[in-house]
């Protein structure tokens, strides 16, 4: 961690772990909340229970399984990427790799709610997978982006978490200096100059990261309550 290199080498190792695994989930999810759906029109056309209890036990259900991906994908790329073991450091990766994977496992149920068929969901998925990969702050950091796309920036759920990714392992390293583009900096003041990414905005980053699974998982819910794309 010498020059910018090595360093953006180890954030784009997060970033793309993070990414992959993310759109993974995202599209394991779908095909069985589209299977799923025709059972749900049927129980409701019964009254055999309210959409909304289907809607909490299927967000509920998933948050185990998330656990155990989050447990196992720490203990193997943890040590392997070579992060500061520190009990804040380790809270705030995990915080924020549960946050991410639930953020885009119920992003692939509020999609699959949304639409009548699981190839019209895969589609918007693929729009929504691609402005992640542009918008989330790395391959084009948020200082280069044009002001006129810069809401997309903000809106776009993976810019929080590489945000709290970022500061939280090397945005309190003031004192470790690097080569960056010929000049000697510290690493958070590269964080800050070159990404935009800074700590003082950790606590807000830290709201936003957990208020996107809460909105998909509530969009996710009312849609299943509420349409019907049901032909027969």
């Known amino acids: 961690r010498n020059d910018q290199q090595g360093l953006i080498t180890i954030l784009g190792c997060m970033y793309g772990t993070t990414l992959f695994s993310g759109i993974n989930n995202c599209q394991s999810v779908m095909p069985f909340v589209s299977v799923e759906r025709s059972v749900v029109y049927r129980e409701r056309f019964a009254g055999m229970y309210s959409p909304w209890a289907y809607s909490f036990a299927q967000v509920a259900m998933e948050?185990?399984?998330?656990?155990?991906?989050?447990?196992?994908?720490?203990?193997?790329?943890?040590?392997?990427?070579?992060?500061?073991?520190?009990?804040?450091?380790?809270?705030?990766?995990?915080y924020t790799m549960l946050c991410t994977l639930f953020y885009f496992l119920y992003l692939g149920m509020m999609i699959v709610s949304l639409t009548p068929n699981i190839q019209i969901a895969s589609i918007l998925a693929s729009m929504f997978?691609?402005?992640?990969?542009?918008?989330?702050?790395?391959?084009?950091?948020?200082?280069?982006?044009?002001?006129?796309?810069?809401?997309?920036y903000y809106i776009s759920p993976m810019s929080w978490t590489l945000n709290v990714f970022f500061t939280t392992q090397f945005g309190d390293h003031d004192d470790r200096m690097i080569d960056v583009f010929g000049e000697t900096k510290s690493v958070a003041a590269f964080m800050r100059d070159y990404f935009g990414f800074r700590r003082d905005l950790l606590p807000l980053a830290a709201v936003a990261l957990a208020a996107f699974p809460v909105l998909f998982a509530a969009l996710f819910g009312y849609n299943i309550s509420k349409l019907n794309f049901q032909r027969r």
């Open 63 to 94: 948050i185990p399984y998330v656990l155990v991906q989050v447990v196992i994908f720490m203990l193997i790329a943890y040590p392997m990427i070579g992060y500061e073991w520190t009990a804040a450091k380790f809270f705030w990766f995990m």
């Open 129 to 152: 997978y691609t402005l992640q990969n542009l918008m989330s702050g790395f391959i084009v950091p948020a200082p280069q982006i044009p002001k006129w796309w810069i809401w997309l």
